[in-house]
Antibody
Framework: QVQLVESGGGVVQPGGSLRLSCGAS????????MHWVRQAPGKGLEWVAF????????EYVDSVKGRFIISRDNSKNTLNLQMNSLRREDTAVYYC???????????????WGQGTLVTVSS | DIQLTQSPSSLSASVGDRVTLTCQAS??????LNWYQQRPGKAPRLLIF???NLESGAPSRFSGSGSATDFTLTIGSLQSEDFATYYC?????????FGGGTTVEI
């Protein structure tokens, strides 16, 4: 079955950096778009970033543009999120999510990881 | 950005009740709307895609309807495992956005 396992979360000071990873299995990773979605404590869901199946297209929510970089390694079935210049408002559980779109763009999130907590605090 | 407004923000219901949740988009989104369920401490789960299509494995008591700007999620007969928060999400344009959620409580 499909599995998405995030790692790399933790506590970081404002202005610091963190790199999240998501290991995928149970499906042909290189054929599907992927996303990062976050959820601040006690709040709703917020889409963060998208990457197309081949990595050629990347999109971000405005609040992270210029600070976060999404990438993927299709040879290792891994999705990454490099987070720089972190702010307190980036504190959240970060989920990686698979899109149903086969070699296409974005549509919906049909599989989710368990999430990894990022806390930005001094 | 397209804003999605969900109502009510919370509701109380009993097992066996029929429950209807609404999601209104700030502009036309055709049927580019999905619904998710999130139980406490868990990752979200896709229930409905393209406004009215039941995701594989989702119980048939869930149904979705609507188009353009107004959408509904209906739970035909509420079960104990349905007490959760429900989110709508649009993919008509970037940024992808979610509604604020509706919490269904006992």
């Amino acid at each position: 079955q499909v599995q998405l396992v995030e790692s790399g979360g933790g506590v970081v000071q404002p202005g610091g950096s963190l790199r999240l990873s998501c290991g995928a299995s149970g499906f042909i990773f290189k054929d599907y778009s992927m996303h990062w979605v976050r959820q601040a404590p006690g709040k709703g869901l917020e889409w963060v970033a998208f990457i197309s199946y081949d990595g050629s297209d990347k999109e971000y929510v405005d609040s992270v543009k210029g600070r976060f970089i999404i990438s993927r390694d299709n040879s290792k079935n891994t999705l990454n999120l490099q987070m720089n210049s972190l702010r307190r408002e980036d504190t959240a559980v970060y989920y990686c999510a698979k899109d149903t779109s086969y070699r296409g763009s974005y549509h919906d999130f049909d599989q989710w990881g368990q999430g990894t907590l990022v806390t930005v605090s001094s | 950005d397209i804003q999605l407004t969900q109502s009510p923000s919370s509701l109380s219901a009993s097992v066996g009740d029929r429950v209807t949740l609404t999601c209104q988009a700030s502009q036309y989104i055709n049927n580019y709307l999905n619904w998710y369920q999130q139980r406490p401490g868990k990752a979200p789960r896709l229930l409905i895609f393209d406004a009215s299509n039941l995701e594989s494995g989702a119980p048939s008591r869930f149904s979705g309807s609507g188009s353009a700007t107004d959408f509904t999620l209906t739970i035909g007969s509420l079960q104990s495992e349905d007490f959760a928060t429900y989110y709508c999400q649009q993919y008509h344009q970037l940024p992808l956005t979610f509604g604020g959620g509706t919490t269904v409580e006992i």
